[in-house]
């Protein structure tokens, strides 16, 4: 296969006459592992050729893999967004060519162009979460009724929760770096009773396991990837990482009414938790979206902070602040006297 390079390509897909469209503008949007590229019509996503956190994009051939993974996942909670992959080819006249006749050197996710005021995040942040009650309980339902039909995943429950421990060490430790300027007392505080609750409470995990909770979910359930016009649709779920999809709907909707809350509107996240329990008969306890909240901020902190090492990156106050912000969202989750306490083995277990 013939090789083009990013540099290239990029000043390809900027140009309106590249698509059939033939949009007035073409707004080129970068980020860590892509360019989107919007008509106004359609957005096209082009893989950057990335090495990255366990990813391998680094040929044309394992980004066209992920193209197809990214909208076979996708319109399971968005059918009518992704429309499915393009070739980037090469003609015999040189030219670079969308979907063309000549040799394919690269391939693109072509999606709906979504409007970015209907977007969740942008509700909430324009003072309309009240007046669009209506519109997100519609996806809110969408979303319950995926889980609901959602296959369970095979896991234990001694090996789900050493996920949750590891990742919840992996937290404290980088959180805790000096670099950082953050406040370590309460990022061992909130670590620690997690840890504790993994350690006291892991029963609750296993029921959950046994109630068949534990499903392929989204991964990155955010507000900005919550579209509420013309028809709920959920984009942009982790598609190059089936292990950080397999989770507890309870912890995608802690982790979502977290973000809700940091948005300026915490009634939206609450909105998708009881429409969840309207919609399936489940109930999480009280005490497992706690758990869950923490957990996610705990995480979201940690990727606010690793881009201050990244000289790259503008304003980095901005996100030292964010993780700043996470962590001052939540308070330890605690511990019912009456939990069950599980043996020392699987204490250590969950402190190595």
Partial sequence: MRETSLDSTVAFLRRSDTYPEAPGEVVAVETHMSWVFLTGRHAYKLKK??????????????????????????RRLAPDV??????????????????????????LVRMRQLSASD???????????????????????????????????????????????????????????ARYGLPVRVVESLAGAELTFLEQCYPVFERRIHADRIVDGHGDLRPEHICLRPAPAIIDCLEFAKELRILDPADELAFLALECERLGDARAGQWFLET????????????????????????????AVAHLDDPRVPNPETFAERARRYIEMVEPVP???????PSQSRVQQFRE
């Fill in 49 to 74: 050729p990335v090495r990255l956190n366990g990813v391998d994009l680094g040929t044309a051939d394992r980004r066209r893999q992920n193209c197809e993974e990214e909208c076979r996942l996708n």
């Fill in 82 to 107: 992704y429309l499915g992959v393009v070739a980037l080819t090469h003609e015999p006249d040189g030219r670079l060519s969308l979907d063309g006749s000549g040799e394919p050197v690269d391939w």
């Fill in 119 to 177: 977007m969740l995040d942008a509700v909430i942040t324009g003072g309309r979460t009240a007046a669009e009650e209506s519109a997100i309980r519609s996806a809110a339902r969408h979303l319950a009724r995926f889980y609901s039909d959602s296959r369970p995943e095979p896991i234990s429950g001694p090996a789900h929760c050493s996920l949750l421990a590891d990742g919840v060490r992996r937290d404290v430790r980088d959180l805790s770096s």
């Fill in 276 to 303: 969840y329990s309207h919609v399936t008969g489940d109930e999480p306890p009280a005490s497992l979206i706690h758990f869950y909240r923490v957990y996610r901020a705990l995480r979201r902190a940690r990727i």
């Fill in 335 to 341: 511990v019912a006297p009456s939990a069950a306490v």
